[in-house]
């Protein structure tokens, strides 16, 4: 069990299942630069984000609830969760812009706040649903025993991370190039496999489509 002081931000655990060295330089290097794609995500979740509780066909909406697991370490908030009439258990939903990611990023994310409900309410909590605001519709999301340990795996190694203070290497990927921390992170510096002069080639190349 963590301690209050210990736990960390549920919310980066998308950024560290995207890349594990972007997680690091936010959370144990504090660094963070925006661009479009996190500025459009962050006005998605002020709106959500304003907290309170509504009524819909007998469903109580519950905006913005503060989350935590001791057991995981994990603090942040759910963006929604329904409460249907008993028996029904608690429904999450999590807001993203833009659509579905080829990994599971944002899966692993939503059962995360599953699993700070879990252990909250005393409840278990078989699905959940991602609302991406591109198709404009919701994505159920089954919390599987696979999901459940990606998040555990996961939560013990931002733990890991934070104690030991390391940022792991970078790696130039092709989704590096939409990364907003991507001139702080100069992945394509640190490959091996590559001569000085084609890094400085690729940066010149990089700058002119900048300038454009």
Not at 86 to 109: A, I, M, T
Not at 115 to 140: D, S, W
Not at 190 to 205: C, G, I, N, T, Y
Request: some cysteine.
């Amino acid at each position: 069990m963590f301690d209050e002081a210990d736990l960390l931000p549920l919310s980066g655990l998308s950024h560290f299942l995207f890349c594990e060295r972007r997680w690091a330089l936010i959370h144990v290097e504090r660094l963070w630069q925006e661009n479009q794609f996190t500025a459009e995500g962050r006005v998605m979740h002020e709106k959500v984000d304003e907290g309170g509780t509504g009524l819909r066909e007998g469903v109580r909406i519950a905006r913005g609830l503060p989350l935590r697991s001791l057991r995981l370490g994990l603090i942040g908030r759910a963006d929604v969760v329904e409460f249907p009439p008993p028996p029904e258990p608690p429904f999450p939903v999590e807001y993203k812009r833009g659509k579905p990611k080829p990994d599971e990023s944002d899966e692993v994310q939503l059962c995360a706040q599953a699993l700070c409900l879990e252990e909250m309410l005393g409840v278990t909590l078989p699905r959940g649903a991602l609302f991406y605001g591109l198709p404009r519709r919701r994505t159920a999301v089954e919390f599987t025993p696979q999901l459940r340990s990606i998040v555990e795996q996961a939560a013990a190694r931002i733990h890991e991370l934070v104690r030991s203070g390391t940022t792991p290497p970078g790696r130039y990927e092709k989704k590096c190039r939409g990364c907003s921390l991507f001139d702080l992170c100069m992945p394509h510096a640190v490959r091996k496999d590559r001569s000085v002069a084609e890094w400085l080639e690729e940066s010149r190349r990089a700058a002119s489509l900048d300038d454009s």
